[in-house]
């Protein structure tokens, strides 16, 4: 039997997913190529053009110093949802009177769309950071509170009840035996949060700031730059993919690495 025959399955296919995902990206830009040489067109650059662009605005341009504010908003925002939208959904799973009390405003936060909340903050806070990063965490906070409700819910409770047996106090209870169940949930909630925060930071951006990767994606909006546009847009999406990979992907596999 070969050396190949003989390796786990589980082992081969670990291997193979960084070239798969690779191939993916090349065929991405391929058909991106293919695309704009058909079109021909403005209004879809091909990708040499874009990175020609983005290399532009990178060494002589202000991609730096946008890029660093908007992720410092999208982790503000980010946190502060987190924090608390947790919070609130482990009250609201373990005791079921807030949970009635709350749960149609939690309904109601869950169907206001984003641009009223993102406009509202603005006409009752004025045009600051603060109307900013709340109105980014407020369109996220329902989102994080109905993912901790639910894992809350799904508590093995036998497991408590051991700890209890055993007079653990509740502050290792709670680190050791009621937390740990929870991070399945909780690195669903940080995963979708870090899609969904950085994109509502954008629409932020684009209606009440003066800088941001936002604020510039509506300037070459107004220029009709395209290739601006998409190189300014997918210098933030590389980041966020490096945030995805680097930091979300070890952080879930350590913090699960208990249930195997």
Not at 4 to 11: F, L
Not at 103 to 132: K, R, S
Not at 156 to 181: G, H, I, M, N, Y
Request: charged letters at 15%; proline letters at 3%.
């Amino acid at each position: 039997m070969s050396r190949s025959e003989s390796a786990p399955a589980g082992t081969r296919a670990g291997l193979s997913a960084p070239w798969l995902r690779l191939a993916s990206f090349v065929l991405l830009i391929a058909v991106w190529e293919a695309s704009a040489v058909l079109a021909q067109s403005r209004v879809l650059p091909d990708p040499w053009r874009v990175a020609l662009t983005f290399w532009d605005h990178l060494l002589h341009g202000s991609l730096l110093w946008d890029l660093g504010i908007t992720l410092l908003r999208v982790i503000a925002a980010f946190v502060l949802a987190m924090i608390c939208g947790t919070a609130l959904g482990i009250v609201m799973g373990q005791r079921k009177q807030v949970d009635v009390i709350l749960d149609g405003w939690l309904i109601l936060f869950l169907n206001i769309p984003a641009l009223v909340t993102i406009i509202l903050c603005y006409v009752w806070f004025g045009l600051t950071e603060v109307a900013a990063i709340l109105a980014v965490a407020l369109n996220k906070f329902p989102n994080v509170v109905v993912t901790i409700r639910e894992g809350t819910r799904a508590l093995d409770r036998e497991l408590l009840e051991v700890a209890a047996v055993f007079r653990v106090d509740r502050r290792r209870t709670f680190t050791q035996f009621f937390l740990p169940q929870l991070y399945p949930y909780l690195m669903v909630s940080a995963r979708s949060g870090i899609a969904l925060i950085w994109k509502i930071v954008l629409v932020v951006e684009l209606l009440g700031r003066s800088d941001g990767i936002g604020f510039q994606i509506g300037i070459f909006f107004q220029m009709f730059d395209i290739a601006g546009l998409l190189a300014y847009t997918l210098a933030f999406v590389i980041v966020m993919l490096f945030i995805e990979i680097g930091l979300v992907e070890p952080m879930e596999r350590h913090m699960t690495r208990w249930r195997k």
